[in-house]
């Protein structure tokens, strides 16, 4: 008796924007382990403190899974959004919730956000508005990961301030984010369960 073989699909859960222009829009964001949702009250919050401070600016989605929060970035007002994942299942569902708002005014990039970040950051640079920078690495608790966080800080300490307008690092509660990351200060810290989002700005001169 033959076989059968059966492809395992990966299950699709959905979010909504919650404001602006695209309110209401589906995200689609698949079950894989490397992509999890920012929990709706920390995107709140984070919405909240920026408010209409990003309307027309850059907004960097570093590790952007399904890009729940740079398309919630963009349906506020954000200018040009930068969009950045590795794994193909979740860059797929990128493409797709891309579509239903602004492609005009999103940039995608498929591959590891550590190489990809300084192509992006090149872009920006040549931009007349500041930037927004997003990153929430993958928790370090698989294999491989370990250094995740050591990484990104290291990503950090290359922005310079008179591109950047503020830093947001959504990271594990447990760990605790240094006052300093090359030119920028801590700001503030705000922990909503096993999350918690720190932000940081350019120091001042």
């Known amino acids: 008796m033959k076989e059968k073989i059966k492809k395992e699909r990966i299950k699709i859960f959905t979010t909504t924007i919650t404001a602006g222009t695209y309110k209401g829009k589906k995200i689609e964001i698949p079950d894989i382990f490397t992509t999890r949702s920012s929990k709706g009250i920390l995107k709140e919050s984070l919405f909240n403190t920026l408010q209409f401070d990003i309307i027309d600016k850059n907004f960097v989605e570093v590790f952007s899974g399904?890009?729940?929060?740079?398309?919630?970035?963009?349906?506020?007002?954000?200018?040009?959004?930068?969009?950045?994942?590795?794994?193909?299942?979740?860059?797929?569902?990128?493409?797709g919730n891309v579509k239903r708002t602004d492609p005009s005014?999103?940039?995608?990039?498929?591959?590891?956000?550590?190489?990809?970040?300084?192509?992006?950051?090149?872009?920006?640079?040549?931009?007349s508005e500041k930037t927004y920078f997003y990153f929430d690495p993958p928790f370090s608790t698989r294999d491989g990961m370990d250094d995740?966080?050591?990484?990104?800080?290291?990503?950090?300490?290359?922005?310079?301030?008179?591109?950047?307008?503020?830093?947001?690092?959504?990271?594990?509660?447990?760990?605790?984010?240094?006052e300093s990351i090359g030119a920028l200060k801590k700001m503030k810290r705000k922990?909503?369960?096993?999350?918690?989002?720190?932000?940081?700005?350019?120091?001042?001169s």
């Open 105 to 127: 005014k999103c940039h995608l990039f498929l591959g590891d956000s550590f190489e990809k970040f300084s192509l992006i950051y090149d872009m920006i640079k040549k931009s």
């Open 191 to 204: 922990k909503f369960g096993r999350s918690t989002i720190t932000y940081y700005k350019p120091k001042e």
């Open 66 to 95: 399904s890009g729940s929060i740079g398309l919630e970035a963009l349906s506020r007002g954000a200018g040009q959004c930068y969009f950045m994942e590795y794994n193909k299942t979740a860059f797929h569902c990128l493409e």
């Open 148 to 178: 995740v966080y050591d990484k990104t800080i290291s990503l950090i300490e290359g922005i310079e301030p008179e591109v950047c307008e503020i830093v947001i690092i959504e990271h594990m509660t447990n760990l605790t984010m240094p």
